[in-house]
């Protein structure tokens, strides 16, 4: 993982009908802090309310244009650091919350089903139980406001709730696509094999800017998807490579696989690998010593052909 882009100030105008707003919640997960978007030059959209901290509400609510309001509110997906704020921005300009979903929804099966067995890693960046928006969004989704048009486009993967935005050469790709960092995949609320196909769908999006959920803004986002591609495609390779026919341990495997990680980011290493031993178990390329479970051991699946029994075997002697 890069260092965070700590160089772009904590408010700036974008464009003249775009404001960027950066909560004061620096952290190793969250780089430099969430960005909040405010978009529009009269009645605005705010993207990503972002944490419930007091002084960033206050930073919101001055950004409005004067005579203007705020419109909608629209939440990329349910963790804290984006979402806790949005009760109380609702409460101080009665404008409706949108998102797809409750936390938990969009759930891929296999995530469900180890939701279900209680077959997860402890930490993560913190879901927010309580979000419910006023209002749910169906992928493709098209939404208006004065002077503003967004599409909303579903993209599972860092979370199953988990929306982008685009609109006028534009993306706002909350945690999908970050500018600082990776995304962190932590199962079951993230989803390896979603998250590719949602950078894969991501990449056929013309925008000529990508508005991340953190680090400062950048331009070709397409360059960038297909960097993040090839990067966890890299991952998996080195994953494949360090897993033989011997069953081993996550952590062991973890170990192996991201020694260049930080000890402060060991944690979400281990559950980013999660994800991905999950995904090539779906796709048949490993197999657990048990049942699907983070605490079990893993090895290689033999390609077919490779493995001969001993009655099979010639004769040697």
Known sequence: ??????????????????????????????????????????????????????????????????????????????????????????RETG?????????????????????????????????DPSFCPDRMLRDGQRLRGQGWQLRAVWTPGHFGNHMCFVGGGRLFSGDHVMGWASSLVSPPDGDMGDYMASLRRLSRLRAGLCLPGHGAPFAQPRARILALMAHRQAREAEILAALGPNFVTLPDLCAQVYADVPTALQGAALRNLFAHVIDLHERGLIEPEGLLDPNTRFCRRPEPGALVSLSQAPDQS
């Open 1 to 90: 993982m890069a260092s965070p882009d700590l160089s772009y100030p904590p408010h700036q105008m974008l464009a003249h009908d775009l404001q960027l707003l950066r909560a004061p919640n620096p952290s190793a997960m969250t780089g430099p802090g969430t960005n909040t978007y405010v978009l529009g030059t009269h009645d605005v959209v705010v993207i990503d309310p972002g944490p419930a901290i007091g002084v960033h509400l206050s930073a919101i609510l001055q950004a409005v244009p004067a005579g203007g309001r705020v419109s909608h509110i629209l939440v990329t997906h349910s963790h804290l650091d984006h979402s806790a704020l949005a009760p109380d921005l609702a």
């Open 95 to 127: 404008a409706p919350v949108f998102g797809f979903g409750v936390s938990g929804s969009g759930r891929s099966a296999v995530m469900a089903r180890l939701a279900a067995r209680g077959a997860v890693l402890g930490g993560g960046e913190g879901a």
